[in-house]
């Protein structure tokens, strides 16, 4: 079955994939006005997107879990992980993530997308099926700082 964030999942990952395949090493360095390089966003895309697909695989096979994040706390730290990777590995584990992601979630059957839905609101367990949300918000930024 084909759930309405499977298209929007697919439009944002081949969005990503465009941006980044034209991205030249300047780019990849320039910094937004929040402090993190492009490749940084990449890798940060990448870190968010793993982590939902071992979540979601994760509940497939021991159940479900309240699988709770500070976000803010993780991103602060995740900081100067992301900075410190190769701009080029960057890029590569971000698309390889969303692809994976994406199909994890694409393969979804419908029952156990609604239990995910009732958990992730009985437990205020942060998980996002439509990924698009995410990346498109990243992407909007990189394409502004890019247009500078």
Known sequence: MTFPFTQENTESRQRLETLVRGLTDTDLARATDYGWTVAALLAHLAFWDQRMLVILKRWKETGFDPSPIDSAAVNDALKVICHALEPRDAIELCLSSAEAVDAELAALTPDLVKQIEEHAEATSTQFRMN?????????????ALLSK
């Not at 990924?131 to 394409?143: A, P």
């Open 131 to 143: 990924r698009s949300l995410h990346r498109n918000g990243h992407v909007k930024d990189i394409e």
